[in-house]
Each structure stands twice: as structure tokens, then as C-alpha cells.
């Protein structure tokens, strides 16, 4: 048998705490770890009420002056009492990415406390789950909030990683498939708020923030560790989707690759401690499908087998009389309680330092499979018992819990998409207003004789002062947006946020485009919106604004939204105050201003006032892109609409109503949905019309 030895760089960690000096305790790691899937888990000394953000840094002093460039990686997490953890796995809700840690040389953190909650603290509680408990497959975790908060917003851990959001904000769905078998900690977090944030001149929201207590349970599966190699593939460029799992005993396995409607395209099985499949993006016999989203059904049944070479998994099979002359690579983990699993089995980027990697034909991985199964017969079931919450063991063993057979179609668990190529772009950008919002005059009026005058915006007076407040919830408004549609077969175009959403992303620019959201098919904005009270001598247009900050803005009438092409723009929303204001609307419309033109379809946005929440991007992008087996995608100013009045719908105690969303632009395209739309079919401005639809109360 030949060994061979794979010594890969570290993972360096560096703590570094920064905080105020009214802490009781000093800001301290007490335990940094890597879980069994090299995620980085973090635990740090801390306070009741306290709030948190971690950075990341690539490389310590790493600027011209030796500093060090950290950068935000998690933010708004609040204390779990005198002791916190959290989990970093990534986010792949940025662009670029910020990509899992096994995936990086070398990754150094700090945690910075950003505040103290202010207002009245949620009460939080994961209902459905005891200490102690074993569960296996999907997974409903329910969460009970109680607050005297108009607002409150909950979410879900598992071993410090955050879940995909629930979509009534109670139930949260997990497929405990995904994680190894072993110990896991669940918790929930909970945010409440007095009011919503983004009104002008409104700084008076309070927060109060809350950890549920811990549960710890064993995940117990046959199928464990599902997972993709890629959020999309796209077979056109040669590659292919990695399609993993391993099995906690040796099973006969199948596969089955479905399509939205549930039909199978593609059948593939085998058998082994392991699955690893290489699909190429066609249907059985070589036959092309069609791009779109895909699901995975794993289905495993125990054959009392110790160990069998895997075949049929890749479209071939192997014979017992060939089985000799095979050889492959495997790999035996330093602390593995099971058996070798072949080294595809783990995903490119996957950290195996340490592990034992050898070529073996079929007879040696079985010899070799004895030995170890015999040496840890006794230490298999107590790691499954002793397990620590850092995100279950490796061991891969049956006890008297685990089911002989199973299904499941995972994942679930971000970043993994069930993507074959693309159905469109989309692109989105936002301001949070960070640290602590701005104070600034209103636009220039173009008259700076004899001294600057500034437009009345917003019903307050000529040359008065603008404050607004940072929008802290448009990273989970824009996270949900990004989540659904990926979900859903969308490839984002860009993700711009704060420092890297610019003016120029909005008009029309040096390089003879009309800004960054003509290069997608669909875009959208969240930030602050104004709206001009009088025309001005040098603007005869009653103009609404974007601000950018201080006394940085963009005039919605400078923008030209729409573009031809596979990638054109065809559907703009804009989530801030009063963008498409009734009178202002008409004013552009009148000095034919409005920034629609003959290639975009639909301009979305509020006719008045409106708040921000976390939801509205994730209920918009849900409803526009429903399955057929739900009814269907709905048109995509339904969706607008809807989206606004189920995320407002428990509001109470605000101000600034009613609330209504508008849509404006061609006549014939009122009714498109992303699957099926009509090209706009007059030119002449005139023609364009809008709706409008009160969304609160």
C-alpha cells in the first residue's frame, strides 16, 4: 500500500478584542476550535445586554502604514450571558464572497462590542426541541418570542452557525442530514425594536436583543454530511456538481436527480460508506435538460455488508474480477472511529492535514477497514456520547437509534444551491448609514449667490438640516432578496453595500453606460429617500433623491434604467421614502424625466413613507419566483405589492401612514413574471402609467 503524508498550510488564528471601558469582564477568547468541517467556531468572555460584531483579517499589518485592514465579517450578535459563541462558515451573501474558512490559508479575528441594547429585552425560547434529545432527517425547530415590541425578529443557530430564515418567523426548518452524526448546540436569537427603521428624522428606535438557553441533541442518520460542490454549475464550461454523502453504515444507495415538478431526470446507485456523484447536467441516456433548479433525493438502505467498493455512482460499474486491479485514492482521518472514505468524498478546499492518503485496490481498503472498525469498535459509541458542541464527531457508526433506511433532499443549509445554470442576473445595493446615520442640508439648489442655497425636502423648510438614522436591518432585507433567488436558479450580477455602492452605480457614466444595474436583468435599491418640496430656478423638475450621506446625493430624473439583451434591465425596484411620491412622480412625468426608458419594463417603488424591514426582500423574491407545484411565479408588481403588505402586516404603533407602493412604466408589462413577460410595445413617454396599492395598514 503506498502512503502517503498531505501537509497543507494552517489555519492561523489571532484574537484581538476591542471594547468600552465600562465592561465588567475584559473581552477574552475562552476557546477557539475548528469544528469536524474545519468551520471556525469562537467563544469569548462577555455581558448580559452587550452587543457584538466579529472582523476578519487575511494577513495581519498588512497596510502601507501596518495596520491591519479588518474588515466586518458578522455583525449585530448579541451576548449569551457571561460566555458567546459563534461559528464562522463564510458568507456567501456577499461579493465577492467571503469564503468558509477551510477554503483560506490563513484567517485572524477580532470582536468588537458595538453597544448595549436600549429598549426592552425579548423573551426567547426553542419550544420543540428537549435537552438530550435524538432526532434524525428534517428537522421543524420552533421558537417562542415574547416582547412588548411592536417589532421582533427572530433567528436560528446550530453550533453558532445562523439557518436560513423562517418564513413565519417562528418555524425554522433543518435537515439535520447535513451535519455529521454527534452532539449538536441549537440556540435563537431575538431582536425587537420600537419602531421601523428609515423614516427622516426619526433616531428614536430602541432595541433590546436576547439568546434562547442552549439545547443539545444528538443528530442520529444513516445519510450524513450531504453536500454540493457548487452553488451553480454550468456544464456548458465543463464543469460538473459534486454530489456527496457518507453513510454510517455500509448501504445499497440511490440517487435521483428532479426537476421543479418533481419528475426524476437522472437515476444513479451504488453502494459503500459513501456517495460521491459527478453530474454533468444531462438526464438519463445523455439527454440535455433544460438550466433551472434541481433536487437531489438520497435514499439508503443498510445491506449488513462490513464494506463494499462504491460503484454504479458515476455511470460505470465494477466487476468482482476487476475489483483487484483497481486502485483509488482514500483517505483515514487521524481520529476516524469508521472506516477510509475515498478521497473525493471531501469537497475541493477541504483541510486534510494530518489524514492518512493512500492508493488502494479493493482487497486493502477492506483489510485495512477491519483493522480500524476492530481497534474503535468501543470508542464509536462513546464519541457519539461525548461529542462536544463543536459540531458532532467524525465517527460514521450505527447505534440502536439510527434508522436502516432513509431518505433525504438535502442540503438546505447555506451556501449549497440546487443550481443548474442560470435564469437571470440580478443585482443589488444598499446603504446602512453606519456608524450612527447623518446630518446634512438638503441638495443644492444651483443658486450659490450670495450664499448656498438648499432645497426643502421631505416637508421641512429651505436650508433646514436632514438627519436619518443608519438602517442596520437593509443587510437582512438584502440577504433574504439574495437567499430566494439564488434558491431559485438567479446568479447574482453584484452585491454593493456601503462603502461600495457608489453614485456612479446609479447614473449614467464615463464609460457610455447608464450605470451598474443596466448590466441585470432585475435591481434594487434600499436606502434613504427624500423628496423636494419646490422647484428651484435652475431644476423646473420636483425632484426625489437618493442619500448617499451628509450632503451626497443622486437625482432619481438623472438615471435611464433599462437595457436590451440576454443581461438588460428589465425590472427596477427602489426601497426608500418616497421615490415615486404622487407629485414628484408627475413632475418628472410632465418634463418626461422619469428615469424609465424603452427597454425598462416596470420602475417599483413607495409613494410615500414606508418602513424598512428585514422581510420584504426575501417575501418579494419568494413570491416571484413560486414553484409551479404552488401555482406558479406571480407577476412581479403582484409580488411588490404583496411582499409590502405581509411584512408590514404586524406593524402597530407607527406613524406616517398609510403606506402605499407604486409601479410605473409600459402598459403591457404589468403583467410579466419572471418566466414570462411582454418586451415594452409603444416608445412614446406618454404612454407610460402607473399603479398603486396601500400596503398599510
Same mark, same amino acid.
Given at each position: 500500500?503506498?502512503?502517503?503524508?498531505?501537509?497543507?498550510?494552517?489555519?492561523?488564528?489571532?484574537?484581538?478584542?476591542?471594547?468600552?471601558?465600562?465592561?465588567?469582564?475584559?473581552?477574552?477568547?475562552?476557546?477557539?476550535?475548528?469544528?469536524?468541517?474545519?468551520?471556525?467556531?469562537?467563544?469569548?468572555?462577555?455581558?448580559?445586554?452587550?452587543?457584538?460584531?466579529?472582523?476578519?483579517?487575511?494577513? =495581519?499589518?498588512?497596510?502601507?502604514?501596518?495596520?491591519?485592514?479588518?474588515?466586518?465579517?458578522?455583525?449585530?450578535?448579541?451576548?449569551?450571558?457571561?460566555?458567546?459563541?459563534?461559528?464562522?462558515?463564510?458568507?456567501?451573501?456577499?461579493?465577492?464572497?467571503?469564503?468558509?474558512?477551510?477554503?483560506?490559508?490563513?484567517?485572524?479575528?477580532?470582536?468588537?462590542?458595538?453597544?448595549?441594547?436600549?429598549?426592552?429585552?425579548?423573551?426567547?425560547?426553542?419550544?420543540?426541541?428537549?435537552?438530550?434529545?435524538?432526532?434524525?432527517?428534517?428537522?421543524?425547530?420552533?421558537?417562542?418570542? @415574547?416582547?412588548?415590541?411592536?417589532?421582533? *425578529?427572530?433567528?436560528?443557530?446550530?453550533?453558532?452557525?445562523?439557518?436560513?430564515?423562517?418564513?413565519?418567523?417562528?418555524?425554522?426548518?433543518?435537515?439535520?442530514?447535513?451535519?455529521?452524526?454527534?452532539?449538536?448546540?441549537?440556540?435563537?436569537?431575538?431582536?425587537?425594536?420600537?419602531?421601523?427603521?428609515?423614516?427622516?428624522?426619526?433616531?428614536?428606535?430602541?432595541?433590546?436583543?436576547?439568546?434562547?438557553?442552549?439545547?443539545?441533541?444528538?443528530?442520529?442518520?444513516?445519510?450524513? *454530511?450531504?453536500?454540493?460542490?457548487?452553488?451553480?454549475?454550468?456544464?456548458?464550461?465543463?464543469?460538473?456538481?459534486?454530489?456527496?454523502?457518507?453513510?454510517?453504515?455500509?448501504?445499497?444507495?440511490?440517487?435521483?436527480?428532479?426537476?421543479?415538478?418533481?419528475?426524476?431526470?437522472?437515476?444513479?446507485?451504488?453502494?459503500?460508506?459513501?456517495?460521491?456523484?459527478?453530474?454533468?447536467?444531462?438526464?438519463?441516456?445523455?439527454? +440535455?435538460?433544460?438550466?433551472?433548479?434541481?433536487?437531489?433525493?438520497?435514499?439508503?438502505?443498510? +445491506?449488513?455488508?462490513?464494506?463494499?467498493?462504491?460503484?454504479?455512482?458515476?455511470?460505470?460499474?465494477?466487476?468482482?474480477?476487476?475489483?483487484?486491479?483497481?486502485?483509488?485514492?482514500?483517505?483515514?482521518?487521524?481520529?476516524?472511529?469508521?472506516?477510509?472514505?475515498?478521497?473525493?468524498?471531501?469537497?475541493?478546499?477541504?483541510?486534510?492535514?494530518?489524514?492518512?492518503?493512500?492508493?488502494? @485496490?479493493?482487497?486493502?481498503?477492506?483489510?485495512?477497514?477491519?483493522?480500524?472498525?476492530?481497534?474503535?469498535?468501543?470508542?464509536?459509541?462513546?464519541?457519539?456520547?461525548?461529542?462536544?458542541?463543536?459540531?458532532?464527531?467524525?465517527?460514521?457508526?450505527?447505534?440502536?437509534?439510527?434508522?436502516?433506511?432513509?431518505?433525504?433532499?438535502?442540503?438546505? *443549509?447555506?451556501?449549497?444551491?440546487?443550481?443548474?445554470?442560470?435564469?437571470?442576473?440580478?443585482?443589488?445595493?444598499? &446603504?446602512?448609514? &453606519?456608524?450612527?446615520?447623518?446630518?446634512?442640508?438638503?441638495?443644492?439648489?444651483?443658486?450659490?449667490?450670495?450664499?448656498?442655497?438648499?432645497?426643502?425636502?421631505?416637508?421641512?423648510?429651505?436650508?433646514?438640516?436632514?438627519?436619518?438614522?443608519?438602517?442596520?436591518?437593509?443587510?437582512?432585507?438584502?440577504?433574504?432578496?439574495?437567499?430566494?433567488?439564488?434558491?431559485?436558479?438567479?446568479?447574482?450580477?453584484?452585491?454593493?453595500?456601503?462603502?461600495?455602492?457608489?453614485?456612479?452605480?446609479?447614473?449614467?457614466?464615463?464609460?457610455?453606460?447608464?450605470?451598474?444595474?443596466?448590466?441585470?436583468?432585475?435591481?434594487?435599491?434600499?436606502?434613504?429617500?427624500?423628496?423636494?418640496?419646490?422647484?428651484?430656478?435652475?431644476?423646473?423638475?420636483?425632484?426625489?433623491?437618493?442619500?448617499?450621506?451628509?450632503?451626497?446625493?443622486?437625482?432619481?430624473?438623472?438615471?435611464?434604467?433599462?437595457?436590451?439583451?440576454?443581461?438588460?434591465? *428589465?425590472?427596477?425596484?427602489?426601497?426608500?421614502?418616497?421615490?415615486?411620491?404622487?407629485?414628484?412622480?408627475?413632475?418628472?412625468? +410632465?418634463?418626461?424625466?422619469?428615469?424609465?426608458? +424603452?427597454?425598462?419594463?416596470? &420602475?417599483?417603488?413607495?409613494?410615500?413613507?414606508?418602513?424598512?424591514?428585514?422581510?420584504?426582500?426575501?417575501?418579494?423574491?419568494?413570491?416571484?419566483?413560486?414553484?409551479? =407545484?404552488?401555482?406558479?411565479?406571480?407577476?412581479?408588481?403582484?409580488?411588490?405589492?404583496?411582499?409590502?403588505?405581509?411584512?408590514?402586516?404586524?406593524?402597530?404603533?407607527?406613524?406616517?401612514?398609510?403606506?402605499?407602493?407604486?409601479?410605473?412604466?409600459?402598459?403591457?408589462?404589468?403583467?410579466?413574471?419572471?418566466?414570462?413577460?411582454?418586451?415594452?410595445?409603444?416608445?412614446?413617454?406618454?404612454?407610460?402609467?402607473?399603479?398603486?396599492?396601500?400596503?398599510?395598514?
Amino acid at each position: 500500500m503506498k502512503t502517503t503524508k498531505l501537509t497543507l498550510i494552517g489555519l492561523s488564528l489571532l484574537a484581538v478584542f476591542t471594547g468600552r471601558g465600562f465592561c465588567q469582564n475584559a473581552l477574552q477568547f475562552t476557546g477557539v476550535g475548528a469544528t469536524s468541517e474545519n468551520a471556525i467556531q469562537l467563544h469569548w468572555a462577555s455581558n448580559s445586554n452587550e452587543v457584538y460584531e466579529v472582523d476578519y483579517a487575511d494577513q =495581519l499589518a498588512g497596510n502601507p502604514d501596518g495596520s491591519t485592514a479588518w474588515k466586518k465579517l458578522y455583525g449585530d450578535f448579541p451576548s449569551q450571558g457571561t460566555n458567546t459563541f459563534w461559528l464562522d462558515t463564510g458568507d456567501y451573501n456577499r461579493s465577492p464572497y467571503i469564503l468558509h474558512p477551510k477554503a483560506m490559508p490563513m484567517r485572524f479575528y477580532r470582536v468588537v462590542m458595538t453597544g448595549v441594547n436600549d429598549g426592552s429585552n425579548p423573551t426567547i425560547t426553542i419550544t420543540s426541541l428537549t435537552n438530550g434529545a435524538t432526532v434524525s432527517g428534517d428537522l421543524t425547530v420552533t421558537v417562542s418570542v @415574547s416582547s412588548d415590541q411592536p417589532i421582533v *425578529r427572530s433567528r436560528l443557530f446550530v453550533d453558532g452557525e445562523e439557518m436560513p430564515s423562517s418564513d413565519d418567523g417562528t418555524n425554522f426548518v433543518i435537515n439535520t442530514c447535513e451535519w455529521p452524526n454527534g452532539n449538536h448546540t441549537l440556540f435563537a436569537v431575538a431582536k425587537a425594536q420600537s419602531g421601523y427603521e428609515g423614516f427622516p428624522n426619526n433616531r428614536s428606535v430602541t432595541y433590546g436583543r436576547s439568546a434562547s438557553p442552549y439545547v443539545n441533541v444528538t443528530f442520529d442518520n444513516l445519510i450524513t *454530511r450531504v453536500a454540493f460542490s457548487e452553488p451553480f454549475f454550468e456544464p456548458a464550461l465543463g464543469q460538473t456538481q459534486q454530489v456527496t454523502a457518507a453513510f454510517a453504515a455500509n448501504s445499497d444507495w440511490a440517487l435521483q436527480i428532479q426537476d421543479e415538478d418533481g419528475n426524476t431526470v437522472r437515476n444513479a446507485s451504488g453502494s459503500g460508506t459513501s456517495l460521491a456523484f459527478g453530474w454533468d447536467g444531462k438526464g438519463d441516456g445523455g439527454t +440535455n435538460i433544460p438550466d433551472g433548479v434541481y433536487t437531489y433525493l438520497i435514499s439508503a438502505q443498510t +445491506n449488513g455488508q462490513a464494506f463494499s467498493m462504491m460503484s454504479g455512482g458515476n455511470g460505470f460499474s465494477i466487476s468482482a474480477s476487476a475489483a483487484e486491479e483497481v486502485t483509488e485514492l482514500w483517505a483515514l482521518s487521524p481520529e476516524s472511529s469508521g472506516p477510509p472514505l475515498p478521497l473525493a468524498i471531501y469537497p475541493p478546499g477541504f483541510d486534510t492535514n494530518g489524514f492518512e492518503i493512500f492508493a488502494a @485496490s479493493q482487497s486493502e481498503v477492506q483489510a485495512l477497514t477491519k483493522t480500524v472498525m476492530s481497534l474503535n469498535k468501543s470508542a464509536t459509541s462513546a464519541k457519539l456520547e461525548e461529542a462536544s458542541a463543536d459540531g458532532g464527531g467524525s465517527a460514521n457508526a450505527m447505534d440502536a437509534n439510527t434508522p436502516s433506511g432513509q431518505s433525504t433532499t438535502a442540503p438546505v *443549509r447555506p451556501p449549497t444551491k440546487k443550481v443548474k445554470g442560470q435564469k437571470g442576473k440580478f443585482g443589488i445595493a444598499y &446603504l446602512q448609514y &453606519l456608524p450612527a446615520g447623518f446630518t446634512g442640508h438638503g441638495p443644492p439648489t444651483g443658486l450659490p449667490y450670495p450664499l448656498t442655497q438648499f432645497i426643502a425636502v421631505d416637508g421641512h423648510s429651505a436650508n433646514g438640516n436632514v438627519e436619518d438614522a443608519q438602517v442596520i436591518v437593509f443587510k437582512d432585507t438584502a440577504d433574504g432578496f439574495i437567499n430566494r433567488m439564488e434558491n431559485a436558479g438567479w446568479k447574482r450580477g453584484f452585491v454593493h453595500a456601503n462603502d461600495d455602492f457608489i453614485p456612479a452605480d446609479l447614473k449614467k457614466t464615463s464609460l457610455g453606460g447608464n450605470g451598474i444595474f443596466n448590466t441585470v436583468n432585475i435591481g434594487i435599491t434600499m436606502t434613504h429617500g427624500s423628496y423636494a418640496t419646490a422647484t428651484t430656478a435652475s431644476d423646473p423638475v420636483l425632484n426625489t433623491y437618493w442619500w448617499f450621506g451628509a450632503n451626497n446625493f443622486v437625482k432619481l430624473a438623472d438615471c435611464s434604467f433599462g437595457s436590451s439583451g440576454t443581461n438588460g434591465l *428589465r425590472w427596477m425596484a427602489l426601497l426608500g421614502c418616497s421615490m415615486l411620491r404622487d407629485d414628484n412622480y408627475q413632475s418628472m412625468y +410632465n418634463h418626461l424625466k422619469l428615469p424609465i426608458n +424603452n427597454n425598462l419594463h416596470l &420602475l417599483l417603488g413607495c409613494n410615500t413613507f414606508a418602513g424598512a424591514t428585514a422581510d420584504i426582500g426575501k417575501l418579494w423574491a419568494k413570491k416571484m419566483t413560486r414553484s409551479q =407545484l404552488l401555482g406558479g411565479p406571480k407577476p412581479i408588481w403582484q409580488s411588490w405589492y404583496e411582499a409590502g403588505r405581509e411584512a408590514y402586516a404586524g406593524a402597530t404603533n407607527i406613524n406616517n401612514g398609510p403606506w402605499v407602493f407604486r409601479a410605473a412604466g409600459w402598459p403591457n408589462c404589468f403583467g410579466d413574471t419572471l418566466k414570462e413577460y411582454e418586451d415594452p410595445n409603444s416608445g412614446n413617454p406618454a404612454n407610460i402609467t402607473y399603479q398603486d396599492q396601500q400596503v398599510w395598514p
